[in-house]
C-alpha cells in the first residue's frame, strides 16, 4: 500500500479485516468511494500528528474524537457496515461515512 510493490496486510476473504500477528483488525470499508476514503485518511493522519504535537489535555480529547469520527467514516470503528448498501448511502451523502465526511469538515472549520 506503500507503492513499493508490497501487498499490504494479509486479508479475510470478504476484505473487511486484516489480519496482523494473528489478530483480525477491520479495514477500510473496501466498498467507500476512493474519494472519501482519501479524504478521511488525510483527516486521520492531520488529527493524529496533532495529537503528537498537542501539550494540553483538552486539545488532545479533541482530537482525539477527530480520530474516532475518521475511523467511524472510513468503516474502522462504530457500527460495521453492510456491504453495498452501505457504500450506495455513502454515495448518496447519508451514510456513516458521508457523516463522518461532513462533521470533520464542521469541526476543521471548512463547512
Request: aromatic share 0%; proline share 5%; charged share 30%.
Amino acid at each position: 500500500m506503500s507503492g513499493t510493490g508490497s501487498p499490504g496486510p494479509e486479508r479475510t476473504a470478504d476484505g473487511r479485516h486484516i489480519v496482523v500477528d494473528g489478530r483480525r483488525w477491520r479495514a477500510t470499508d473496501p466498498e467507500l468511494p476512493g474519494e472519501l476514503a482519501a479524504a478521511l485518511r488525510r483527516e486521520l493522519g492531520r488529527a493524529r500528528s496533532a495529537i503528537g504535537r498537542s501539550r494540553e489535555a483538552e486539545e488532545t480529547a479533541r482530537l482525539r474524537g477527530r480520530v474516532q469520527v475518521a475511523k467511524e467514516g472510513l468503516g474502522e470503528r462504530g457500527t460495521p457496515l453492510v456491504g453495498a448498501a452501505g457504500a450506495a448511502a455513502d454515495r448518496a451523502g447519508e451514510g456513516p461515512a458521508a457523516g463522518a465526511h461532513g462533521r470533520l469538515r464542521i469541526s476543521a472549520g471548512c463547512a
